[in-house]
């Protein structure tokens, strides 16, 4: 209904709300830049809505609403009393009316002047059956028809003389029917709506386009979406937090991507090439190898922290023993004696964030590294290893494609970490 009563410029605006309209726009825009300029066109659409539009979209769906009223008010009901054989639905047989015992008939009466009173009679009808012909499609009431009934209950409202009907039924001369005349404010919880939606369609958006991300990341890392690997640090441990702890593990999918990356991964074909590399590698001077070398072997050290951090978390573990003491002695009405449960889950956590930004810190380096060497056994004079041809007689693949190919999985793993961690998040190595 509403768009029905803007201009050209409010319809266009109106139209790029619609959730088709986003999604299309999404497509070609940064999210950034479109969600700026769904931003700038909600001001404006907002501020298109004075005084007088507002008066006049809330004035059109009051008059809406007391037709709707009026319309659905039982006149069969009131009609059969004056004739038993009156078929309802039936337009072409006039009723044959009768006199009957007013008193019948006195609190029809009352419930009729409650839906014909508040009928605006001044008010502008011909917008209201443009907005129903346009809805329907078709004209749904007799404009003609309308406004000789509007014309005849102005006399019967200016005569009085139903009012005086009953009181002179109900012989009670000072009885005034109950009006009850509400203005239905529209605009307001509309816009909100209207915001809330949009909100919603571009969040979904660009969660849609988040776990797209996601899944093509795991197909470059992993082959597929890895498996749960971590035991007990895992979404079906979040099902023993009440909604009314408000706790959970945040991290449980990037823990889970980490442990699956170190132990099918990093233990097997980064410590092949790291064998080839910094063992059997002669390197023009130490500090690189070095710098290399410290970085894989911290990365092998969070692996095992990890892999500790996990089994401390089962039942009879450390931590997971003293958390379910806790969670046995949280009571529903006592919040403080969630805190406690409270306080161990966010050091769980801490210690989780910590375990995959030292990860993804020491993967950085490493991956720097690699691609330096990557870069060194391009050049005619090498710089850092010496003895390239020998190492390439040592392995069956070339090991610029082997150094290549680890690179690169270390650069999608550390986008993919990204995407679940934020804080604190390492910078992705460039390509």
């Known amino acids: 209904m509403h768009r029905i009563l803007h201009d050209d410029k409010q319809r266009e605006l109106a139209a790029s709300f619609e959730e088709s309209a ?3 726009s999404a497509k070609t825009m940064d999210p ?29 769906y009051s008059r809406i609403q007391q037709l709707i009223e009026f319309v659905n008010f039982d006149y069969y009901f ?32 009352k419930d009729f002047l409650e839906v014909m009173l508040p009928l605006d009679r001044e008010g502008d009808w011909n917008q209201v059956m443009d907005i129903l012909a346009q809805y329907k499609g078709v004209e749904v009431v007799n404009r003609q028809a309308w406004n000789r009934l509007m014309n005849a209950l ?20 000072y009885w005034t029917p109950q009006m009850e005349v509400t203005r239905t404010r529209i605009i307001e919880s509309y816009l909100e709506t209207l915001r809330t939606r949009t909100e919603n369609v571009v969040q979904k958006i660009l969660s849609e386009k988040r776990n797209a991300k996601v899944e093509k990341l795991c197909v470059a890392v992993f082959g597929s979406n890895p498996t749960p690997r ?38 097997k074909d980064i410590r092949e090439l790291e064998d080839l590399l910094l063992v059997r590698g002669k390197w023009s001077t130490n500090v690189m190898s070095q710098q290399m070398s410290d970085a894989y072997y911290r990365v092998l050290e969070i692996s095992e922290q990890l892999l500790q951090f996990d089994e401390s978390l089962n039942e009879e573990g450390e931590l997971g023993s003293r958390l379910k003491r806790s969670l046995a002695r949280v009571v529903d009405r006592d919040p403080s004696t969630a805190r406690n449960v409270q306080t161990m889950v966010k050091e769980i956590n801490d210690d989780a964030i910590q375990i995959i930004n030292e990860a993804a810190g020491n993967l950085i380096s490493f991956g720097k590294n690699l691609k330096s060497l990557i870069e060194d056994s391009e050049r005619k004079d090498h710089e850092l290893i010496i003895n390239w041809k020998e190492l390439e007689s040592m392995s069956e693949t070339p090991v610029k494609n082997r150094m290549a190919d680890a690179y690169k999985k270390i650069y999608y793993f550390i986008q993919l970490m990204q995407m679940f961690v934020k804080p604190g998040k390492p910078e992705v190595p460039p390509v």
């Open 78 to 109: 009131v009609l059969k009393k004056f004739d038993s054989s009156f078929q309802e639905g039936n337009v072409t047989a006039p009723p044959k009316l009768e006199a009957i015992n007013a008193d019948y008939v006195s609190d029809d009466i």
């Open 32 to 60: 950034k830049v479109h969600a700026s300029k769904l931003k700038d066109n909600m001001v404006s659409f907002f501020s298109s809505f004075d005084s007088g539009m507002v008066n006049q979209v809330d004035g059109a």
């Open 154 to 173: 102005k006399g019967i409202v200016n005569s009085n003389v139903l009012t005086m009907i009953v009181q002179h039924i109900d012989q009670d001369p």
């Open 230 to 267: 971590m035991k007990f640090y895992n979404e079906k441990a979040n099902m023993m937090f009440s909604k009314k702890l408000n706790v959970e593990y945040l991290y449980t999918t990037p823990m889970n991507y980490l442990k699956t990356f170190l132990l099918d991964f990093f233990k």
């Open 22 to 24: 986003i999604r299309e």
